[in-house]
């Protein structure tokens, strides 16, 4: 049976075939690893070794200072070369700091600390410490720090765990490959997060139904009575299933509300490959320092899926994918919706890197066409899967009328591409909203810096009064006093 769905969205050619016909491979270790110390909150992890350190793979490199981030582990053992600025792989292709790793071929590993099996005779912050300190975080795309997900259904009941195996996105076949070749990983990691949530049994785990090697393969381990409380749920192929909301929606028919999160109904939602990677860092002691990577497009000689150490530099990936074709023109980083292009393939592989993709212009959707006027056709709100209105939010973009944009909940926005995808316009629908988002990011903390400077101001003035009534009142003591006191003595006259 196929569980029913969301609005709006494509159905896309989904180019899997390409890369998915051989197990992943080993990719071999690099001469250099790049670990950016670039965190989601902007701010940078602080560097816990120095030029010319020796290092062993799973050596903690970089930490957060305020432990919110996971940290930064090396994937191989070798000589801190540098600590130094270099382009990022971001959206924003901004540069930042970053630790440069020669490696020595050796791959000598620092001793495994595991829980193991028995997992649930240990405390649940434990467990929660274990992920965080193994570097886990989302590795669907988002790179939202596990353990942190985890918490954040403190306050709410959660009834349900949805394991997200639906990869969506054209191209990328990176988590069909782990739950083809490593199922017992997946569903391993997901009766740790199941215990962690104290759940039973509603585990669901959402699948294309395009990916019956996959199917079979989980249903497969499955038999196991140790897996009872997980079932399988397999989904149309429409693009974009994998967002998170559309998910929960298509197998629960619970609507996150705007601004929310999953766990505001009762639902915490984990990608595949993090499922594996917590099974794998609590019961064998590993800490996230490779991950599987798609490397794929007309652009690449020989598609696959390499088993990649975290900070491989991206050359080296097409490398060993027998290099370039001479169709390659385009390199982005993640899938051809959602992904970004990237201005070098020197930049290195991150954690929540799920896909190389080197495309020709040809296969790029109206790469060469210019923006027309908007027709209001509707097209754009048809396809849109959050059931916006693209094409109003558009209008308000392009006056930066911010309080209309939010209005029109733009930050609701999950930034899949559909609209740009289906205007006959070709209007860069998405580029308005992202810059808009930024605006109003920008906005909301220039407000929280003034509420803050506002607080603070008046926290000091309340204080200043404060200290000035004391002060009043310790002199009024005192003058009292020696009044009393003057009283109290006979004049000397008498
Ligand atoms: S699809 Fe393009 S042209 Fe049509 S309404 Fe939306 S923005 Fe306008
Ligand atoms: S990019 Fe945003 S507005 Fe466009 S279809 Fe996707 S969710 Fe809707």
């Given at each position: 049976m196929t569980t029913s769905y969301f609005t709006g969205g494509l159905h896309l050619d989904t180019h899997k075939t390409e890369s998915s016909g051989v197990a992943p491979l080993v990719a071999s270790i690099p001469e250099t690893l790049i670990f950016p110390l670039f965190m989601r909150n902007g701010q940078d992890a602080q560097a816990v070794v120095e030029a010319g350190q020796h290092v062993l793979k799973g050596?903690?490199?970089?930490?957060?200072p305020e432990n919110l981030t996971p940290p930064v582990h090396a994937s191989s053992s070798g000589i801190i070369a540098a600590i130094e600025t270099r382009a990022l792989p971001h959206p924003s292709g901004l540069s930042g700091r970053c630790i440069v790793l020669n490696t020595d071929g050796l791959d000598q590993a620092r001793e495994a600390s595991s829980i193991g099996e028995n997992y649930s005779d240990y405390p649940l912050e434990t467990l929660l410490r274990h992920i965080h300190e193994a570097g886990i975080?989302?590795?669907?795309?988002?790179?939202?720090p596990t353990d942190i997900k985890l918490r954040g259904g403190g306050a709410c009941a959660i009834d349900t765990l949805i394991l997200n195996?639906?990869?969506?996105?054209?191209?990328?076949t990176c988590d069909d490959m782990l739950m083809r070749y490593h199922p017992e990983e997946v569903l391993g990691g997901a009766r740790i997060l199941m215990h962690i949530l104290g759940l039973s049994g509603n585990c669901l785990l959402g699948i294309e139904n395009d990916m019956p090697e996959a199917i079979a393969s989980l249903e497969h381990t499955l038999q196991s009575e140790t897996y009872s409380g997980i079932a399988i749920a397999p989904l149309a192929a429409i693009y974009p299933t994998g967002g998170e909301k559309q998910l929960i929606k298509a197998l629960t028919g619970r609507e996150v509300p705007?601004?929310?999160?999953p766990a505001n109904v009762g639902v915490v939602c984990q990608n595949v490959a993090t499922a594996a990677a917590i099974y794998r860092a609590i019961v064998?002691?590993?800490?996230?320092?490779s991950r599987i990577v798609t490397v794929t497009g007309v652009g690449v000689s020989q598609p696959a899926n390499l088993v990649v150490r975290i900070g491989t530099p991206i050359s080296d990936l097409v490398k060993q994918c027998g290099g370039y074709t001479q169709r390659a023109e385009r390199l982005i980083l993640g899938g051809p919706m959602m992904g970004w292009a990237l201005p070098s393939d020197e930049l290195p592989i991150t954690r929540s890197a799920n896909c190389v993709l080197v495309q020709d212009m040809a296969t790029i959707p109206h790469h060469n066409a210019s923006a027309l006027p908007c027709i209001r056709c509707g097209e754009c709100a048809q396809a849109c899967p959050v059931s916006l209105l693209p094409q109003q939010m558009h209008w308000y973009c392009r006056s930066e009328n911010l309080p209309r944009i939010e209005e029109y909940r733009v930050m609701d926005c999950i930034e899949c591409g559909c609209c740009n995808y289906v205007c006959p316009s070709h209007i860069p629908l998405v580029q308005y909203f992202r810059a808009a988002k930024s605006l109003l990011f920008t906005q909301a903390k220039e407000r929280s810096k003034a509420e803050h400077a506002r607080i603070r101001f008046e926290a000091r003035q309340a204080r200043q009064q404060h200290e000035k009534r004391l002060r009043e009142e310790s002199t009024r003591r005192k003058r009292e006093m020696l009044e009393k006191a003057n009283k109290s003595q006979p004049e000397a006259s008498s």
């Open positions: 050596q903690i490199l970089a930490r957060d975080v989302g590795m669907g795309g988002a790179g939202f195996g639906a990869e969506c996105e054209p191209y990328i705007s601004g929310g999160i064998h002691g590993e800490v996230l320092t």
